[in-house]
């Protein structure tokens, strides 16, 4: 099974079509209209010259700004600002540099065709130096408002982010800090007093590292690999006792996953999803498997055997996943339900720099 990764949306998703319209026939109509009507004005042109002016300048003007913004929403894509800012801003200056270069050689041909009398002494490189002003201020304004959506779409994601910690702290204690958890555990607990009080010293300091551990890992937004699957080496240790050869978990990862990161507590809630839903039993028993694999997801597994007692999630444990991992990942969480087995496909995340530091 493989499991593609989604992108996110392209640079020119930044500009809403209403938008993206407005701006540009307002900066058109602005630059390409009313500045060269006010200059024809103040200069006293005849009316013959002064629509010259502003037919000339409209047209230099509107392809400056459709050719600009291709550039740069083209540039957005293939050198995102995030990614490569250096290589973004050079490329743009040299391209944008170059277009105008070759619209005002269009334009300066086409008024000496039309007869550069009409529109007075003409210098080709004063020209070509007010086309690049218009060049630059659509550059600008573009680049402007892609930050403006940035500076607020971090803003979102980084209160979004806090209210699902906050919700995945209260999640997670409450699947955990329950009656039936602690009553199981507290059975075992006795029942290995009764017969072994070293490994009831064991059991309890094991379940002890466990709590500990929740506590100090759901403080974090993110923790690495390693962290996460020595809690849960715990966790199945704890339930171990209870179910025995019931419960089998196997990992198989190469060495260079466990300094990757993941959402605190990610791979308990699915363990403890699995163990909610399905029987566990000697004869039958549920297995859970951890790999990874060759486009860098890790892929939970777990065989489906339906308790007879089951009650329906509710999906918050799922959804509170998938929504942690969109805001810290260009990739999607995959999950895939089959008669004969439950899959999550996660995606490993090499880095992170948290929201505020962006």
Partial sequence: MKYQPTAKGPFKAMWDRKTDILVTS???????????????????????????RITVVLLNTSLLWMGCRLIINYLGIKLP???????????????????????????????????????????????????????????????????????????????TLEKENIVSKYETLKNQVNPHFLFNSLNTLLGLIEEDQNAAKGYLENMSDFFRQILQSAEKPVISLAEELDM????????????????????????????????PLTLQMLLENALKHNSVASKSPLEVSIVHTENDYLVIRNNIQKRQDRQHGTGTGLNNIISRYSLISSKD???????????????????YKPINQL
């Fill in 26 to 52: 307002a900066g058109i109509f602005l630059v390409g209209i009313v500045l060269p009507a006010v200059y024809s004005i103040y200069h006293d042109f005849t009316l013959t010259e002064s629509v010259l």
């Fill in 81 to 159: 600002w995030p990614m490569h800012p250096v290589r973004h801003i050079l490329a743009e200056v040299v391209l944008i540099t170059a277009y105008t270069f070759i619209i005002t050689i269009v334009l300066w041909q086409l008024i000496n065709f039309i007869g550069a009398e009409y529109f007075g002494p003409l210098n080709f490189w004063y020209e070509f130096a007010g086309s690049a002003g218009i060049s630059l201020l659509i550059s600008f304004l573009h680049e402007a408002y892609y930050f403006y959506q940035q500076w607020k779409s971090n803003l979102i994601r980084s209160e």
């Fill in 232 to 263: 849960i080496s715990k966790y199945y240790e704890l339930q171990q006792k209870r179910y025995g050869d019931g419960f089998r978990l196997t990992i198989k990862l190469p060495e260079d996953c466990y300094q990757s990161l993941i959402p």
């Fill in 333 to 351: 969480v995959m999950i895939n339900h089959s008669a004969v087995e439950f899959v999550v496909a996660l995606p490993v995340i090499r880095s």
